[in-house]
């Protein structure tokens, strides 16, 4: 059974950065794809991120590309989300999930099988 654990979100300014860290137990996730979510009041959870076992292959959603990177490390068990150029529509609980097909790149929620318990981000002024 995998655990994850996010951490790093808060408040940031419009234009500010942060970095999200989701940290694995139970087992190794180094043979895992990982995809961080998000999820605003009132709305649906969306795809933010997501990268396969190496860390090689990378997608995106369209609303984050180009401000978003996704990386991680697999000798501490842990998926990044580094969050530069924010904007007060990123504001949302962020989610990371792990999904057992290692090389897979997918964008839909349903893949993934183990999940966090979120953390707050606020974009504010």
């Known amino acids: 059974q995998v655990q994850l654990v996010e951490s790093g979100g808060g408040l940031a300014q419009p234009g500010g950065s942060l970095r999200l860290s989701c940290a694995a137990s139970g087992r190794t996730i180094s043979t895992y794809a990982v995809g961080w979510f998000r999820q605003a009041p009132g709305k649906e959870r969306e795809f933010v991120a997501t990268?396969?076992?190496?860390?090689?292959?990378?997608y995106y959603s369209d609303s984050v590309k180009g401000r978003f990177t996704i990386s991680r490390d697999n000798a501490l068990n842990t998926v990044y989300l580094q969050m530069n150029s924010l904007k007060p529509e990123d504001t949302s609980v962020y989610y990371c999930?792990?999904?057992?097909?290692?090389?897979?790149?997918?964008?839909?929620?349903?893949?993934?099988?183990?999940w966090g318990q979120g953390t707050q981000v606020t974009v504010s002024s």
């Open positions: 999930a792990a999904d057992r097909a290692g090389g897979a790149i997918d964008s839909s929620a349903l893949a993934y099988a183990y």
């Open positions: 990268i396969n076992w190496s860390g090689r292959n990378t």
